[in-house]
C-alpha cells in the first residue's frame, strides 16, 4: 500500500479523462496569481504571500517539463519563506501540508524528509482552537505519510490526536465541517487497514449526514472531492471482499466521476487504497 | 421568580431615576449648562449609582449597562438627532484620547453619528486585526456592514476582496469567487482600466508576468511600504478568482461565469 504513485499513471489518469487543458482559464489563473503574488509582495503581506503560493500548485503541473520547473522553483521559495521568522507557525504548517501534496510527485522522498517537522509545526499549534482546520488537515496529511512508509505506530497515534481536537464554540460552520470530513475520513480509513467493514460504513453514513446537519451550507462541497472519493474506494473494496460486484461496480462508476478526480487529482496527490 | 420581580423593580428604579435625571438635567442645562459631554456625566454618574451602568471587568475604562433592556429603554427616551450628538461627542472623544480604543467600538460611535467614511475605514481596519487574529465571523460582519455604508467603489472592491479571500481560504468557492468577480469589476469601473476585467490573457502577457514574478526575492523585504487600498483589493481580488480556476470541483460558479460573460472557451468543468 503507497501513499503517491508515479506520475506517469497520473498522466495517464489524466489524458484518459482529458482533464488537462493548459488552455484560456489556466493561463488567465496563472497570470492572476503573478500579478496578485507581485502586488503582495509589494505589500510586504506576509500571509498573502505565503499563502497564494500553497494555491498555485493545483491544475496537474506536475505533468509538463515547465510544469516542473515552477514546481521546483516554488518549492525552493518554500524552503526560504519556512526559515524566515517573519513567517507564523499557522503559516509554515500551511505550507509543509501544500507541498506533501504537490511536491511528492516530483520528489518521492519528501514526505521522509519532512515529516519530522510537520510534527514539530502541529506541536507547536496545537490547543489553538481557531487553527483546528489547519491542525486536523496536517494530522491527516501525518496519518498518510505515515501509512505509506509503514509507520503504523504513528498512524495509530493519530487516532488520539484526532480525538483530542476541539473546535472553538463560536467556529465558523464551514471550519466545523471541514474538521469533521478530516476525522470521519481517517476513522474510516483506520477502519479500513483493520478490516473492519462496519466502521467505514459507519463513518461514510455520518460523513453523508453533515449536509443536512447544517442546511444553511452550500451543500456543493460536502463531503469535498477528496472524501468522497476515498470513500468510494473503499467501499468498492469492501464490496469486493464481500463478492458484491454490482455495489463494487457502482462505486467504482461514481470514484472514477471526472469531477471527483479532478478534485483530488488536479492537486497532484494520488491515494492508493 | 424572586430574580424577575427583583428585575421588575430595578428597571421600575431605573426608569425614575433617567426621568428625574432627565428632568434636572433640562432645567440645569435651561440655567447655566449646555455641555452635551456635562449631560452625558451626569446620567452616566445617576446610573453608576442606582447601579445600573458597571464596569466592563476587563477593560477599567469601559462602561456597560447592566442588561440589554436598560441599555435600550435609555437609548430609545432620546430623539434620533439627540443620540447622533452623543454618539459623536464620544466618537470626538476616543479620537482625541491617548487610551488605546478597541476599533469596533470606535467604528460603532462613528457610524452612529453618521461620519460614515470614518467608520468603515476603522471598520475595516477592526476587521484586518480580526482576520490576523483569526476571527473571521467577527471580520465578515464588520466588512458587510462596511460594504453596505461605504460608497466608495475602491473600497467596497477590498471590503469583498477580504471576504472573498477568506471563503476561498475555507473552500466556499462559489461565495468567495462571486464576490472576487464583482471586486474586480467595481475596481475596473472605478479605475477604468479595462484590464481588470476578466479576459482571455495573451503568451506574451503571461509570459512578462512570469518574468516578474521569478524576479521576486524568496520573500519580500522587510522595509515598510505604502501600497494603496486599490493594489490590496486588485491582489486580493485576483488570488481568489485564481483559486477558484484552480480548483473547480470546489465550486463552479466562477468558472461558468468566465465562459457566459467572458468569452471563455476551454473552462475545465468535469462532471457539469
Not at chain 2, 452616566?44 to 441599555?71: A, G, M
Request: glycine share 4%.
Amino acid at each position: 500500500m503507497c501513499l503517491f504513485t508515479s506520475d506517469v499513471i497520473l498522466t495517464e489518469f489524466f489524458l484518459c479523462f482529458s482533464l488537462f487543458s493548459g488552455g484560456e482559464s489556466d493561463k488567465y489563473a496563472d497570470y492572476l496569481f503573478f500579478r496578485a503574488s507581485k502586488l503582495a509582495y509589494e505589500d510586504r503581506n506576509i500571509s498573502f504571500w505565503v499563502i497564494s503560493h500553497c494555491w498555485v500548485h493545483l491544475k496537474c503541473r506536475f505533468m509538463t517539463p515547465e510544469g516542473r520547473d515552477f514546481l521546483q522553483r516554488t518549492a525552493k521559495r518554500f524552503m526560504v519563506m519556512d526559515e524566515d521568522v517573519r513567517v507564523e507557525p499557522r503559516l509554515r504548517l500551511r505550507m509543509q501540508t501544500s507541498l506533501m501534496m504537490w511536491y511528492t510527485p516530483i520528489h518521492p522522498e519528501y514526505p521522509k524528509q519532512a515529516l519530522p517537522k510537520l510534527l514539530e509545526l502541529t506541536e507547536l499549534i496545537a490547543g489553538n482552537q481557531k487553527l483546528v482546520s489547519d491542525q486536523a488537515a496536517a494530522i491527516f496529511v501525518t496519518a498518510l505519510c505515515a501509512k505509506s512508509m509503514g509507520n503504523m505506530q504513528l498512524f495509530e497515534s493519530c487516532t488520539d490526536t484526532f480525538h483530542g481536537l476541539r473546535c472553538d464554540t463560536e467556529a465558523r460552520v464551514c471550519d466545523v465541517i471541514l474538521v469533521a470530513c478530516y476525522r470521519y475520513q481517517f476513522a474510516a480509513q483506520y477502519s479500513f487497514c483493520a478490516n473492519d467493514s462496519n466502521g467505514v460504513h459507519a463513518n461514510w453514513v455520518e460523513v453523508q449526514g453533515l449536509a443536512a446537519k447544517y442546511p444553511k451550507v452550500s451543500t456543493q462541497n460536502i463531503p469535498s472531492p477528496f472524501v468522497r472519493l476515498s470513500f468510494m474506494c473503499w467501499l468498492s473494496n469492501l464490496a469486493l471482499d464481500d463478492n458484491d460486484y454490482a455495489s463494487a461496480g457502482g462505486h467504482l462508476k461514481l470514484a472514477m466521476n471526472p469531477m471527483l478526480v479532478m478534485g483530488v487529482f488536479g492537486s497532484g496527490i494520488f491515494v492508493s487504497f | 421568580m424572586i430574580s424577575n420581580l427583583r428585575f421588575i423593580v430595578d428597571v421600575g428604579v431605573f426608569l425614575v431615576s433617567l426621568v428625574s435625571l432627565v428632568s434636572l438635567v433640562s432645567l440645569v442645562s435651561h440655567l447655566c449648562f449646555s455641555s452635551l459631554l456635562c449631560y452625558i456625566f451626569l446620567i452616566f454618574t445617576l446610573l453608576l449609582f442606582s447601579s445600573q451602568v458597571v464596569p466592563v471587568l476587563e477593560k477599567t475604562t469601559h462602561l456597560t449597562f447592566r442588561h440589554q433592556i436598560l441599555l435600550e429603554a435609555s437609548y430609545n427616551l432620546m430623539l434620533t438627532s439627540q443620540r447622533q450628538e452623543v454618539h459623536c461627542a464620544i466618537a470626538d472623544l476616543f479620537d482625541s484620547s491617548t487610551v488605546e480604543t478597541e476599533l469596533a467600538v470606535h467604528a460603532s460611535h462613528h457610524m452612529r453619528a453618521g461620519h460614515t467614511d470614518r467608520a468603515c475605514s476603522l471598520l475595516c481596519a477592526a476587521a484586518v486585526a480580526a482576520i490576523k487574529n483569526n476571527e473571521i465571523k467577527e471580520a465578515v460582519n464588520m466588512l458587510t456592514e462596511a460594504l453596505a455604508n461605504d460608497e466608495n467603489k475602491v473600497n467596497q472592491a477590498y471590503y469583498l476582496g477580504l471576504m472573498a479571500w477568506e471563503s476561498v481560504r475555507k473552500l466556499q468557492n462559489d461565495v468567495g469567487g462571486s464576490m472576487a468577480m464583482n471586486g474586480l469589476l467595481l475596481l475596473a469601473e472605478a479605475t477604468g482600466d479595462s484590464s481588470l476585467i476578466p479576459r482571455i490573457v495573451t503568451q506574451t502577457e503571461l509570459d512578462e508576468s512570469h518574468l516578474e514574478w521569478n524576479e521576486l526575492q524568496d520573500m519580500p523585504p522587510e522595509d515598510e511600504t505604502d501600497v494603496s487600498i486599490l493594489e490590496k483589493a486588485t491582489s486580493l481580488c485576483m488570488i481568489s478568482v485564481a483559486k477558484c480556476i484552480y480548483s473547480p470541483s470546489y465550486g463552479h460558479k466562477v468558472p461558468e461565469r468566465l465562459e457566459r460573460e467572458f468569452g471563455f472557451k476551454d473552462i475545465a468543468m468535469p462532471g457539469r
